[in-house]
């Protein structure tokens, strides 16, 4: 008997495994206090896992396969994940050991060494879902001195033959970035799927008398992550059909009223791995070319970079700089994340609204996350690590592969520019040019300095001041650098004052 372990991100029904059903293999997933309590998880977030796990292990059952399956609160359930494997070989008197290699560096460690330590044939398959090997990223970096995306995005275009003509970029250009930046004026925006839930309802109800420390709550009606992956290709196509046509053009505003605008709110379904890559870059291509008067180039290449480019790209980068990337800290910050990350109690509007919105829906948004719940940590100056554990636990979507590199890296410059040229930084006025939260807002966008100034301005500045030897050399801060410089120095001492007084109790304003 083979005994073949399938994580919670390892949900792909097409991988070649499942092509043949062998009665001498066995398939073994577990839900685990390791998982759920390594950093505190929103309740959708869990809830999303274990509802997808379960739909999966029930799939491979009724199409003949063997699967051992412990929930939470199974009293054969160790809560760890190598003593449940080993128990589950004992059980089933196994004579190998396979397993698909784990994306998270954590279980990649654990696995390798619990492997070695067996004394039976083993294996470690490849997951069957990126569009890129592990080191690949690694290798077209080798000898370059940036690790821009933009090459490695040309290149996958290439290599995958997405949106080409005979050899080159279609419509001429790489990127259409420039066309995707409009603003969110108010309008109608198709309602967002909404995926069966049924599963997911019974699965809390369950866990819930288990009082596990999360984060957020469940609400039955607002839990829209689909956990099938029926229901994940229902979810693309509704994307394909619905919002792919505005996707690009409102891809960078924020708004009020709208949390999920164009966005296509597939990050669960692709990081359980239930829809590969592939599939949802060629069906929304297939999208495009089938309705090109509703579906402009820019929209769709907006969409593939996102997927071909940037995913591919942060978890090529995970894996070539860990293990050393999640201890990075250039910028030297030791601050607290303040206590309204966790309660969207802030009198800042565009703060209150991205984390509401989080709590509500274990989502938020590109945008919310860089530039409004990850700028203001930045410019607080907050620890990395407690950056970090708040996106990996608040996201639904929050695997460390992905999560780290984007929260670590392009949003709080602590990798000191291995990912991103330049810090995502901004004062008010960037917010109040992409969103409509200033209007709404007890401070004012203007201000720097009194009790009603957005603390966003003088913290911009104050942050550009305090990390100059760090940023200064930096080509791209030069704009910024020179408008620092010609703030009058009585000025920047008001500023840097009120700067500090919101760094030392953010929990007040
Ligand atoms: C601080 C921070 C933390 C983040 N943490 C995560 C995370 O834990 N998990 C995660 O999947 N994404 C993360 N992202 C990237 C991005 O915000 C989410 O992928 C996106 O918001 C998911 O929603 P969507 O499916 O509606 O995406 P859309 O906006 O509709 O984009 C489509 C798809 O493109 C991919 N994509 C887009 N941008 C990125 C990116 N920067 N990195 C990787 N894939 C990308 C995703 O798979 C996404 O589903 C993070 C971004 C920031 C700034
Ligand atoms: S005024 Fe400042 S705090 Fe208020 S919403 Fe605008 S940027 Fe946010």
Same mark, same amino acid.
């Given at each position: 008997?083979?005994?073949?372990?399938?994580?919670?991100?390892?949900?792909?029904?097409?991988?070649?495994?499942?092509?043949?059903? &062998?009665?001498?293999?066995?398939?073994?997933?577990?839900?685990?206090?390791?998982?759920?309590?390594?950093?505190?998880?929103?309740?959708?977030?869990?809830?999303?896992?274990?509802?997808?796990?379960?739909?999966?292990?029930?799939?491979?059952?009724?199409?003949?396969?063997?699967?051992?399956?412990?929930?939470?609160?199974?009293?054969?359930?160790?809560?760890?994940?190598?003593?449940?494997?080993? @128990?589950?070989?004992?059980?089933?008197?196994?004579?190998?050991?396979?397993? #698909?290699?784990?994306?998270?560096?954590?279980?990649?460690? #654990?696995?390798?060494?619990?492997?070695?330590?067996?004394?039976?044939?083993?294996?470690?398959?490849?997951? /069957?879902?990126?569009?890129?090997?592990?080191?690949?990223?690694?290798?077209?970096?080798?000898?370059?001195?940036?690790?821009?995306?933009?090459?490695?995005?040309?290149?996958?275009? $290439?290599?995958?033959?997405?949106?080409?003509? %005979?050899? #080159?970029?279609?419509?001429?250009?790489?990127?259409?970035?420039?066309?995707?930046? &409009?603003?969110?004026?108010?309008?109608?925006?198709?309602?967002?799927?909404?995926?069966?839930?049924?599963?997911?309802?019974?699965?809390?109800?369950?866990?819930?008398?288990?009082?596990?420390?999360?984060?957020?709550?469940?609400?039955?009606?607002?839990?829209?992550?689909?956990?099938?992956?029926?229901?994940?290709?229902?979810?693309?196509?509704?994307?394909?059909?619905?919002?792919?046509?505005?996707?690009?053009?409102?891809?960078?505003?924020?708004?009020?009223?709208?949390?999920?605008?164009?966005?296509?709110?597939?990050?669960?379904?692709?990081?359980?791995?239930?829809?590969?890559?592939?599939?949802?870059?060629?069906?929304?291509?297939?999208?495009?070319?089938?309705?090109?008067?509703?579906?402009?180039?820019?929209?769709?290449?907006?969409?593939?970079?996102?997927?071909?480019?940037?995913?591919?790209?942060?978890?090529?980068?995970?894996?070539?700089?860990?293990?050393?990337? @999640?201890? @990075?800290? /250039? =910028?030297? *910050?030791?601050?607290?994340?303040?206590?309204?990350?966790?309660?969207?109690?802030? $009198?800042?509007?565009?703060?209150?609204?991205?984390?509401?919105?989080?709590? %509500?829906?274990?989502?938020?948004?590109?945008?919310?996350? =860089?530039?409004?719940?990850?700028?203001?940590?930045?410019?607080?100056?907050? *620890?990395?690590?407690?950056?970090?554990?708040?996106? =990996?636990?608040?996201?639904?979507?929050?695997?460390?592969?992905?999560?780290?590199?984007?929260?670590?890296?392009?949003?709080?410059?602590?990798?000191?520019?291995?990912?991103?040229? $330049?810090?995502?930084?901004?004062?008010?006025?960037?917010?109040?040019?992409?969103? &409509?939260?200033?209007?709404?807002?007890?401070? %004012?966008?203007?201000?720097?300095?009194?009790?009603?100034?957005?603390?966003?301005?003088?913290?911009?500045?104050?942050?550009?001041?305090?990390?100059? #030897?760090?940023?200064?050399? &930096?080509?791209?801060?030069?704009?910024?650098?020179?408008?620092?410089?010609?703030?009058?120095?009585?000025?920047?001492?008001?500023? $840097?004052?009120?700067?500090?007084?919101?760094?030392?109790?953010?929990?007040?304003?």
């Amino acid at each position: 008997m083979e005994v073949r372990l399938i994580l919670g991100d390892q949900l792909n029904v097409n991988h070649s495994w499942f092509m043949d059903v &062998n009665k001498h293999v066995c398939y073994a997933l577990f839900e685990m206090r390791q998982e759920t309590d390594y950093v505190r998880h929103h309740i959708q977030k869990v809830v999303g896992f274990f509802a997808a796990m379960r739909s999966f292990a029930r799939q491979l059952e009724a199409d003949g396969h063997t699967v051992i399956y412990y929930t939470l609160d199974d009293t054969n359930n160790t809560q760890s994940l190598t003593e449940n494997i080993q @128990k589950v070989l004992t059980l089933t008197g196994a004579t190998s050991f396979a397993y #698909q290699l784990p994306d998270e560096y954590r279980l990649d460690v #654990q696995l390798n060494s619990f492997s070695a330590s067996l004394n039976m044939k083993t294996n470690a398959a490849d997951t /069957e879902h990126f569009l890129t090997t592990r080191t690949e990223l690694t290798e077209f970096y080798e000898g370059k001195k940036s690790l821009v995306m933009e090459f490695f995005y040309r290149y996958m275009r $290439k290599k995958h033959q997405y949106l080409m003509m %005979d050899g #080159q970029p279609e419509g001429g250009s790489w990127n259409y970035d420039k066309f995707n930046r &409009n603003t969110w004026k108010g309008g109608n925006i198709p309602p967002p799927y909404q995926p069966d839930n049924s599963l997911a309802n019974e699965i809390y109800g369950q866990i819930a008398k288990l009082n596990l420390d999360t984060i957020g709550h469940f609400d039955k009606k607002e839990f829209l992550f689909a956990v099938t992956r029926e229901d994940s290709l229902a979810q693309l196509d509704y994307f394909c059909t619905h919002l792919l046509h505005d996707f690009g053009t409102y891809q960078d505003t924020m708004h009020q009223e709208e949390t999920n605008l164009f966005h296509a709110r597939i990050s669960f379904s692709l990081n359980t791995k239930m829809i590969s890559p592939a599939e949802v870059i060629e069906s929304a291509i297939d999208a495009y070319r089938a309705d090109k008067d509703r579906i402009s180039l820019a929209q769709i290449e907006g969409f593939v970079r996102q997927i071909l480019g940037w995913r591919e790209y942060i978890r090529g980068l995970y894996w070539k700089e860990m293990p050393d990337y @999640k201890k @990075k800290n /250039e =910028l030297n *910050n030791h601050g607290k994340l303040p206590a309204f990350y966790w309660t969207g109690d802030t $009198k800042m509007n565009c703060l209150k609204t991205s984390i509401k919105n989080s709590l %509500d829906n274990a989502y938020a948004h590109h945008i919310q996350r =860089l530039m409004i719940t990850g700028n203001f940590a930045l410019l607080l100056q907050t *620890n990395p690590d407690e950056v970090d554990d708040w996106y =990996l636990g608040i996201y639904a979507d929050a695997v460390e592969w992905v999560q780290l590199p984007n929260t670590r890296g392009m949003s709080q410059f602590a990798d000191g520019g291995i990912l991103a040229t $330049k810090p995502y930084v901004s004062s008010g006025s960037y917010v109040n040019k992409m969103s &409509n939260y200033c209007t709404g807002c007890s401070y %004012d966008k203007k201000k720097r300095i009194g009790e009603d100034a957005c603390p966003f301005n003088s913290l911009y500045w104050n942050f550009l001041d305090d990390k100059k #030897q760090e940023l200064r050399g &930096n080509n791209r801060m030069g704009m910024m650098y020179n408008l620092l410089g010609k703030i009058k120095p009585e000025e920047l001492a008001n500023i $840097k004052e009120r700067a500090y007084q919101i760094m030392e109790n953010p929990d007040a304003y």
